[in-house]
């Protein structure tokens, strides 16, 4: 039941309410005035407020503004004579749900309330779901608050409601799979499977029963029937993990399952349907493996309805600092530690390093870092800087065609630039100034390169 907190100086017309909200399922309690009004919605909890405009000690006006003062979210509904509609108008403007004007036909009355009362829980509901939303990623160790952590997040949070392929880019240690796993449970398949197939580690021999499964004696260890993974996956969502390890024949069976929406097991005769949403993943663009001629471009546009790229840590150093700390709490909690902070040499040490290995690299670093220091305060901390592959985006640079020193020039500074933003808020002005550069000089910069 809910509870309604009555305020008003007439007696008669407290009692009437009180009735009327008794019979139709509520909780009433009155208040003759608004200092007493206060005390009592201090010391209980009330669902909504009936409060009348114009009473001694207090008027409505200033009864609202100490109730949203306690809680903002309070539904606050006026009571008014018709002549005095203006002001009620006024203190629905300063935070009130709605007015009746007396005399108020009951019916109506409890149809205002009942609406009020509608709009706090659906508001409430909101909250909820927006907090787990916002703990999930931060349970998977999806951390930032950057612009380019930002739009990856808006890119998820628009394209998960949706069935649409997902093609998921990025350097390997970004957190391709989290992404993934974020989309699904962020869909309205989060309650089937999610089934994650990593396709650089499986055999080219076998790919085709782990991804499709075989009939008993389709071939000659086969001594039983096997589902493949995308039946496993029926109903949810299937992750193909570094697709451009697919062998050519495995793409065109892949491409098929993809067009038909039906598979069949090696060595079956049936084919069986699928109601599958399929993301992909590589840490190459695979737009130049199609030019490249490594993989196919028909499978290219099926699996690319809709991509996200995502950008490597040296790209968003601004988020350095708040994924120090969430893989601080983790280690602590994992080794029985109690590190709280880091020393300014640490970090400056930890916002120089170029982090080729992304996120997974700092997360291994920091971790390594707190079972290593004896008290609360990281003081060393040791950072590898002997092994600097290059990404292989760069790789994949050097391999094109069109490839040359002008185009890992050009990626140089466009990670630059974004760095410089990054740190700077955003502001072009200061971003030139962290980077020495003409503000002139800047923005033809931006426009050559695409940065929006």
């Not at 749900?97 to 706090?120: C, H, Q, V, W």
Request: with cysteine; hydrophobic share 40%; aromatic share 6%.
């Amino acid at each position: 039941m809910e509870k309604i907190l009555i305020i008003d100086d007439n007696e008669s017309l407290r009692y009437t309410l009180e009735s009327v909200l008794e019979e139709n399922g509520f909780l009433p309690t009155s208040a003759e005035d608004g200092v007493k009004a206060l005390e009592e919605f201090k010391s209980k909890s009330y669902d909504l407020v009936i409060c009348d405009m114009k009473m001694p000690k207090m008027d409505g006006m200033q009864i609202l503004a100490e109730v949203k003062k306690i809680d903002p979210e309070m539904p606050f509904i006026i009571l008014t004579a018709f002549g005095d509609i203006k002001n009620a108008v006024e203190a629905m403007k300063q935070g009130a749900s709605d007015y009746l004007t007396k005399p108020f036909d009951n019916d109506g009355m409890i149809l205002t309330l009942r609406k009020a009362l509608e709009i706090r829980y659906l508001n409430k509901e909101l909250a909820i779901l927006r907090k787990r939303t916002d703990d999930s990623y931060k349970g998977e160790g999806i951390i930032g608050s950057s612009p380019q952590m930002k739009e990856v997040f808006d890119q998820v949070k628009i394209v998960a409601p949706t069935n649409l392929t997902v093609l998921i880019q990025g350097e390997s240690g970004t957190g391709k799979e989290v992404i993934a796993n974020m989309i699904h449970r962020a869909s309205e398949r989060a309650a089937k499977p999610f089934i994650a197939v990593d396709c650089g580690a499986i055999p080219e021999s076998l790919i085709e029963s782990e991804l499709f499964g075989h009939e008993k004696g389709a071939f000659t260890d086969a001594k039983s029937q096997r589902e493949g993974k995308f039946e496993q996956a029926n109903g949810g969502t299937i992750f193909l993990d570094e697709i451009t390890n697919l062998s050519d024949p495995n793409q065109i069976k892949l491409l098929r399952a993809i067009q038909e929406r039906k598979i069949t097991r090696i060595g079956g005769k049936k084919a069986l349907n699928l109601d599958v949403r399929i993301l992909t993943a590589t840490n190459v663009k695979l737009a130049e493996a199609v030019n490249n001629n490594k993989f196919r471009a028909d499978l290219y546009y099926r699996l690319n309805e809709f991509h996200i790229d995502l950008p490597p840590l040296r790209a968003r150093t601004g988020d350095l600092t708040q994924l120090v700390d969430h893989f601080i709490k983790d280690a602590n909690e994992e080794l029985n530690k109690s590190v709280n902070s880091v020393s300014d040499d640490v970090m400056k040490k930890i916002k120089a390093h170029h982090w080729p290995g992304n996120v997974r690299e700092l997360r291994n670093t920091i971790r390594r870092a707190v079972l290593l220091t004896p008290g609360n305060i990281m003081e060393k901390i040791s950072i590898t800087d002997d092994v600097a592959p290059k990404t292989v985006y760069e790789n994949q640079a050097e391999e094109s065609d069109n490839s040359s020193f002008e185009t890992l020039t050009k990626k140089a500074e466009k990670d630059a630039i974004l760095s410089a933003l990054d740190e700077s808020g955003g502001n072009k002005s200061k971003a030139a100034k962290l980077l020495n550069m003409n503000e002139r000089t800047f923005y033809r910069k931006l426009k050559s390169l695409g940065i929006n």
